[in-house]
Structure formats: C-alpha cells, structure tokens
C-alpha cells in the first residue's frame, strides 16, 4: 500500500545531542512537510517543500533544519535538542485533488522524541 | 490570526448517540478544502472526512458527515452512533493551496 512512513517511532536523544527523523513516502507527492506536535495542541507546520524547493516558517528556530534529497525522502534534523523539543513530529505528504483546486494531505505514524 | 477556531476543547457522548464537533474557518479565498481528522492516544493523525469549498453538497464518509454552511463559515463534524473506539482528539483543518492551518482541536470522550 501507499504510504507515508516515519522512522523511528519513538526516539530519545540526549540534551545537546544531534537527532535526525526520517520520513518517506511511496505516493509520489510533491509536497512534503514537517510538522511539530506538542501534548494536547494542534500540529504546527515547521517547514515544507514543494519539490526542490524549500520553505520555512518564520517561527521555526534556527536549531531544525531539513533535507530532501529526492521525492521519497524527507529528513529533520534537530542540531542541539532541548528539554522543550520533546514532541511528537509528523511527517505529512499531499498532492492536489483531482477535479480539484485544493490539497489532500497524508499523515506519517509520527515520531515521538524524549529527551533526557 | 486564527483561521481555524474550535471552541469546544472536550466533549461527552453517550455510546451509540450523535455528536457534533464546531469547527468555523475564516478566509476570503473563493479556494479551500475543509478537512476533519482524528487522533488517537497512539499520535497518529487519520483522515475523515473533506469538503471543497465548492462542493454543494455535504460531505459523507459512513458515520461522519460535514455540515457545511459556507454563508457562516461553519464546516462541523458530525459522528452518528458514537462507538468507545471514536474517543480520541479531532482536529478541523483548512487548505489554502498546499498551506494547511489546523484548530486546537476537540477531545471526545465515549461514555458506554
């Protein structure tokens, strides 16, 4: 089946540590984004990519970065967690709707980072 | 500012009664989708249900249906036959091109 995939499922990392979060799909989407997801609040958009291109969000800090090295695959790296980067982080694919003028989106299992 | 307001932070349900989730959207763009999901304890996001802003009927997907009035800028859920498995958080979301702005979401609790 068609999928939007995330690796790990659960991390942890050590304050300071660098991590990176996989994701990876088989749609063939062009968009890709990146999504933070705290207990008990709604996803906030970290950045995402329109193919190639990359787009970041104002607020998103300096400390996550992102790569895609081609359609399948989407990486986050965060360089130095902190305590406050605990957080589940989804990974989400879309395309337009046939027929259509607005965007589906597709949701990864997510990755859910402790950090100790 | 807010583009998507859900203004019920939890909800009750008695097992196998109807519920409706509030979701109001706010945009001036003729464009959008309207999108439903829900989430579970185990974090992942499922999709319910869509509704395009030109679509002139509601949106059906089995047990949930979108009531869409798109003169008051509502696009609220509605869950027929509440099942303990429906207990989870429900988020409204709307799309602008590719750019997707997500509510704070509603926790339903299936009481049996």
């Known amino acids: 089946d068609a999928m939007v995939i995330q690796n790990p499922r659960y991390q942890v990392t050590q304050f300071g540590k660098p991590v990176t979060l996989s994701c990876s799909q088989t749609?063939?989407?062009?968009?890709m984004y990146w999504y933070q997801q705290k207990s008990s609040q709604a996803p906030k958009l970290l950045f995402h990519?329109?193919?190639?291109?990359?787009?970041n969000e104002a607020d998103t800090p300096d400390n996550f970065q992102s790569r895609r090295p081609n359609t399948s695959f989407c990486f986050l790296d965060i360089r130095s967690p902190g305590l406050g980067d605990a957080a589940m982080y989804l990974c989400a694919t879309s395309r337009l709707l046939s027929g259509a003028s607005s965007y589906e989106q597709y949701f990864g299992p997510g990755t859910r980072l402790t950090v100790t | 500012a807010q583009k998507i307001t859900q203004t019920q932070p939890g909800m009750f349900v008695q097992e196998k009664e109807a519920v409706t989730l509030d979701c109001t959207y706010d945009t001036s763009d003729p464009s959008y989708g309207l999108f439903w999901y829900k989430q579970p304890s185990s974090g992942e996001m499922i999709f319910l249900i869509y509704q395009g802003s030109y679509d002139q009927q509601n949106a059906t997907e089995g047990r949930y249906s979108l009531n869409f009035q798109k003169a008051r800028k509502s696009a609220n859920l509605v869950i027929s036959a509440s099942q303990l498995g429906d207990s989870a958080m429900y988020f409204c979301a709307m799309s602008l091109g590719n750019q997707f702005y997500f509510g704070t979401g509603t926790s339903l609790t299936v009481i049996p």
């Open positions: 749609l063939n989407h062009n968009v």
């Open positions: 990519y329109y193919d190639k291109d990359f787009n």
